[in-house]
């Protein structure tokens, strides 16, 4: 699709590209991401943000060796850490006097019809109001996340959450710059492929399993949630998101990423 046509976008971005490896926010990629999807809503977007992170910046605000293994552990840390996450969003994005909102979803919530249709609501007005709904799981409540059985993690969200916006496009933001024929990381010969049709086994044997230590995707929940996308006719861009910039890239028309055009 055009880009530049594109009205509402959602953007996803994981918590090992928000954070450095002792779980502390990389400040000066938090300040870039804002600045650079401030600039996108100046220019007429709508932008709506999925963030992970609420539990990774809670074990680097408390000063934890290693995220905990349980759960109640990590329910803790998420509310401390959602409070550090938004607060730093609040600071960066009003530097660029733009307003945010935080919604916490739970997949109970967007399953249920009377309470799903609440939740679309309250997204359209708050587009219409200009303001950048910063999304995350609500992680202190739903445990069925930490636990692997709920939305799962947040690409699947992120792809959820686009099709409750009736986004036009929905990009992820993570630690490599698109889907690869080869394991890039111990394959120096590996082929970034820039587009995929179709989302066939042959493709979903490409994606391995999380990502790093401080997140909990990885390729094979990218692409799980490309297919969401699809179904509501959706494309879904992975891109790198040690640059934020990349998006100003994407949207210029650069051949960066790997865009699922199902």
Request: charge should be negative; include cysteine; hydrophobic fraction near 40%.
């Amino acid at each position: 699709m055009d880009l530049q046509k594109a009205n509402v976008v959602v953007v996803k971005i994981g918590t090992s590209t928000l954070t450095y490896e002792n779980g502390k926010l990389n400040l000066r990629r938090v300040e870039r991401l804002c600045r650079t999807l401030s600039d996108l809503q100046n220019s007429g977007k709508r932008i709506v943000l999925v963030s992970s992170g609420a539990i990774g910046v809670g074990v680097g605000k408390l000063g934890l060796a290693r995220r905990p293994d349980e759960t109640a552990k990590k329910q803790a840390l998420a509310a401390v850490g959602q409070c550090e996450l938004m607060f730093i969003y609040d600071k960066f994005f009003g530097e660029y006097h733009q307003t945010v909102a935080q919604v916490l979803l739970t997949a109970d919530v967007t399953s249920r019809e009377g309470s799903r249709q609440n939740v679309v609501n309250t997204f359209r007005e708050l587009l219409d109001m200009n303001i950048i709904p910063i999304v995350n799981e609500n992680d202190t409540v739903a445990v069925d996340e930490l636990e692997g059985r709920n939305f799962g993690d947040n690409d699947t969200l992120s792809a959820i959450v686009a099709t409750l916006v009736d986004a036009d496009a929905l990009m992820i933001l993570t630690d490599i710059d698109g889907v690869y024929d080869k394991n890039p990381k111990t394959c120096p010969d590996a082929k970034r492929i820039p587009v995929i049709h179709a989302i066939t086994d042959e493709v979903r044997a490409l994606a391995g399993g999380a990502g790093s230590s401080r997140g909990t995707g990885g390729m094979a929940t990218k692409i799980r949630a490309a297919e969401l996308a699809a179904q509501a006719h959706i494309p879904t861009y992975i891109l790198a998101g040690d640059d934020p910039h990349n998006l100003y890239r994407i949207f210029g028309g650069e051949d960066i990423g790997t865009v699922f055009d199902c």
